[in-house]
């Protein structure tokens, strides 16, 4: 008797677990995040000097197909350079 009282306790546990995720995801916002500029210059092992930049970066955030609280889908859009020099 006492095994099925403690499988009980953890089946309720977890369910109440879950329906607190479950509640607790709701509705996310939409709205286009902007992020900072970025910057970078690297040498490679060879002697290549690149430089990448990346301006006006956006991050536009969709619904998640999976309906998974875990996960996050968006698309990411941004003006991007690169130089290469020898």
């Known amino acids: ?7 009980f306790g953890a089946v309720a546990v977890a369910v109440c677990v879950a329906a607190g995720i479950v509640a607790g995801t709701g509705v996310a916002t ?3 995040t902007p992020l900072a500029s ?3 210059k690297v040498v490679t092992d060879d002697g290549w000097k690149l430089e ?3 301006s ?3 991050v536009n ?3 998640n197909i999976a309906n998974s609280f ?6 990411i859009s941004a ?3 690169a130089c290469r020099r020898p």
């Open 1 to 7: 008797m006492r095994a099925v009282g403690a499988r």
């Open 61 to 63: 955030p969709m619904s």
């Open 79 to 81: 003006k991007v350079s």
């Open 30 to 32: 939409a709205a286009p």
């Open 52 to 54: 990448l930049r990346a």
């Open 38 to 40: 970025k910057y970078d």
């Open 56 to 58: 006006e970066l956006v």
């Open 70 to 75: 875990a996960s996050r889908e968006g698309w």
